[in-house]
């Protein structure tokens, strides 16, 4: 059986990718050619986390065993075959390349193609330009802080005084109100 996966990143609008890997092959095979596909050294650390449907994180694939005191099992990518996680169309995995920072490519499985089998994994489609794979954290920080102000001043002048959905009459009495209410 055949995976396809689709990958995408929150940080560039237009950066998209197409992956097609054997399902019997494992998460350290999706990881090589993932990096292969947007040129990313393949030895930094990164994990893998399966997600529900709100891409909330549920179970680490990781790259090495680092230890944890946890007594939660360790899944590593080189033992874990991706038939064993991915049972459905739609399973959603969120792919960290960047510990550092926190940065993460989301990744969802599009289709399964039921009867044929790949040798080598590939990369069918490639859109757009990668992020870079690491990012000092003032860099980061500011990326970050630009994006926040932006989107407080997108909420803020489309969706608050000048919107149909302002109403002036919501906020009578708020000034009454004590914090202990």
Partial sequence: MIFNFRIVSDEVD??????????????????????????????????????????????????EDMGSDSDQDVYLMDESVLSDFIEDEGQRLIYTFDYMTDRSF??????????????DPLCTLSRGTAPVQNMDIEEFDAMSDAKAAAAVTEDFDEEFYGSEGYNEDEFEGFDEMSLDD
Wanted: aromatic share 10%.
């Fill in 106 to 119: 989301y990744i969802e499985m599009k289709e399964m193609i039921t009867g044929k089998s790949l040798k």
């Fill in 14 to 63: 237009n950066f998209r990718r197409e992956i097609q890997i054997d399902a019997d092959m494992t998460f350290l095979d999706l990881k090589n050619i993932i990096g292969e596909s947007v040129g990313y050294d393949k030895n930094q650390m990164c994990s893998f986390f399966l997600c529900d449907n709100n891409w909330e994180k549920e179970r680490e694939i990781t790259l």
